[in-house]
């Protein structure tokens, strides 16, 4: 059995932060986490889910959508199993579900489509 399960969200006044963590488990992660590219996405109501920001394995490569660039920090504890999303100076624009998703591969992929698990979503409201 493969879940990713997010943790975190909440409501929060502009200008605030919150932390996410993604816990990885099952057979398919327990020794094979670090090979797998994490990425974070969002779903804001009404809007299709995009890309927020994604880590590699050994977290050597880090990258972000430009909304969030200087604002959010993806990390991961491979001993763990999770990754994190730092989430700074948030803004009323980053409501949204944020989903964790996992890539088989070193690489990693801006697209939804192209993630082979996902998390069930974890919603933060960010109010003005």
């Known amino acids: 059995q493969v879940q990713l399960l997010e943790s975190g969200g909440g409501l929060v006044q502009a200008g605030g932060s919150l932390r996410l963590s993604c816990a990885a488990s099952?057979?398919?992660?327990?020794?094979?986490?670090?090979?797998?590219?994490m990425g974070w996405f969002r779903q804001a109501p009404g809007k299709e889910r995009e890309f927020a920001a994604g880590?590699?394995?050994?977290?050597?490569?880090?990258n972000y959508v430009d909304s969030v660039k200087g604002r959010f920090t993806i990390s991961r504890d491979n001993a763990k199993n999770t990754v994190y999303l730092h989430m700074n100076d948030l803004k009323p624009e980053d409501t949204a579900v944020y989903y964790c998703?996992?890539?088989?591969?070193?690489?990693?992929?801006?697209?939804?489509?192209?993630?082979?698990?996902w998390g069930q979503g974890t919603q933060v409201t960010v109010s003005s």
């Open positions: 998703a996992a890539r088989w591969g070193g690489s990693g992929s801006y697209y939804p489509r192209e993630y082979d698990y």
């Open positions: 099952g057979r398919t992660f327990s020794s094979t986490f670090s090979s797998y590219f």
């Open positions: 880590i590699s394995g050994s977290s050597r490569n880090t």
